[in-house]
């Protein structure tokens, strides 16, 4: 997920530095990301896989909050990007969905430090990082 992270980010332009801290599980993110903002960091991209099993969906949803709390705390973005192994059906569809959900994040990334306006243009548009679209909202005549 890095390398397609570091890949799409280098693709979307210059100006940043990257700096990489790898945790041994997603529960250790948060911390990861503190330790990042720490060190000076503007935004973080926080990458992680969560299992097929009950136990693995509960430390997704501790790790979420951990990313929420340090965000909140520190008053800049963490942008968590996991892939749920349940998501896909095969081990190529999982690769599949790792390396789109990752590079679409970190144009996100990207935008929000260069090129906010861009993120503006996309809100409300549906986006679904890793897959389709969902597109904007249809509303019917009135």
Sequence with gaps: MASAAIDELRKQGGGFVI?????PGIKDLAAGARILFDRGCDLVLAL?????Q???KDCALAADFGLQAVQANVGRHILGVMVHEEEASD???LAHLF??????HAVNAYDLLFRPDAMRARAGTG???GFSDAGPLKVGDR
């Design 127 to 129: 986006q679904r990082e």
């Design 54 to 56: 009950p136990v693995d």
């Design 48 to 52: 992680g896989m969560v299992g097929r």
């Design 91 to 93: 081990e190529v569809q």
């Design 99 to 104: 390396d789109r959900r990752t590079r679409e």
């Design 19 to 23: 700096e990489r801290y790898t945790v």
